[in-house]
């Protein structure tokens, strides 16, 4: 009787929520979620919720918004642009306590979060998800007081990413990150740097480095190929200096995933990180401009809720 009484109490909770929140960026990748948008209403509309659209503006709107939201109105928040756009809702969600499940429609760039999820090109498929009922738990990491849901990386090439012209990135995707890439080669420069964990201390040259709470960073899928989103672990990958010769085998070993165990590359997991150097440090957080160093790490357990398909799929409760 008690289990009736609680489901009747469920569904009638459920049956009061009928906000989506549908945070969006009108230019991410190349601009066609825009052609999609009243497509996107219509099918969330369709589902028997109402539309509430916030447009990205810097993460100042979405952080107004999410400051006064009442979330026993809404069901979920639906974000459509690519990873950028993701960290700067999780960040405001975080920031004012917000603990609504997130469907993604991945528009952007690269969406490495999405592809983590293995979430379809399909625009109805992946409505299909995000207007679905299966959510997993995903952990959020923390850098500085900043949050980050995908990557941190920071070295020299990370003036790649920032260098790189957006409407190129735009025009051809991740292959203008290696285009821009391979015009830096010539001016790589080593950086020192101490690494600080709970159990070790390294010292260490590095050309670049990642702390990865996902699989994939700028296009390279397998970037941190041990990495899983709740394990309460950030998978950090260095790349050590090394002759230049060296770089070209393993690049080819990072894009088949088999680059952890290289000499040139010093890998390990943690759940706090503390990164200092003598020097100035290019750093860049899920796509965008990051922290100055010193830059101190930490795990969020489980802080997310993401929706993913019904259908078969790799990641485990």
Known sequence: MNGEKETKI?????????????????????????????????????????????????GVVIDEVLSNLDQS?????????????????????????????IGILPAGTANDFAYYFELP?????????????KTTKVDVGEVNGRNFVNVAAMG??????????PNLKNAIGVLAYYLKAVTEIPQLH?????????????????????VMNGESAGGFRKLSPQS???????????FRKMPIMELGPLLFEVVNGRHPNNKNVLYFQTEELLIEST??????????????????FKVINERLDVFVSERDWHYDD
Request: with cysteine; proline share 4%; net charge negative.
């Open 156 to 165: 020299a090439l990370i003036d790649v990413s920032q260098k790189t012209d």
């Open 228 to 238: 899983s989103m709740n394990d309460g672990k950030l998978d950090v990958i260095a």
């Open 190 to 210: 080593a950086i020192p740097v101490k690494l600080t964990t709970p159990d070790a201390v390294h010292f260490e040259d590095i050309y670049f480095m990642v």
């Open 279 to 296: 020097e100035d440090i290019s750093t860049d957080i899920d796509g965008e401009r990051g922290e100055p160093l010193p830059l101190k």
């Open 73 to 101: 109105e809404y069901d979920r928040i639906i974000v459509a642009g690519g990873d950028g756009t993701v960290n700067l809702c999780v960040n405001a969600m975080i920031k004012h306590d917000i603990h609504l499940p």
């Open 121 to 133: 090109s399909d625009i109805d498929y992946q409505l299909d998800i995000a207007l679905g009922d």
């Open 10 to 58: 469920t569904e009638t909770k459920k049956e009061q929520k009928k906000k989506v929140l549908l945070y969006y960026n009108a230019y991410s990748g190349s601009g066609v979620f825009k052609n999609n948008l009243d497509h996107i209403v219509e099918r969330i509309q369709n589902a028997g919720y109402q539309t509430i659209p916030v447009r990205t503006a810097k």
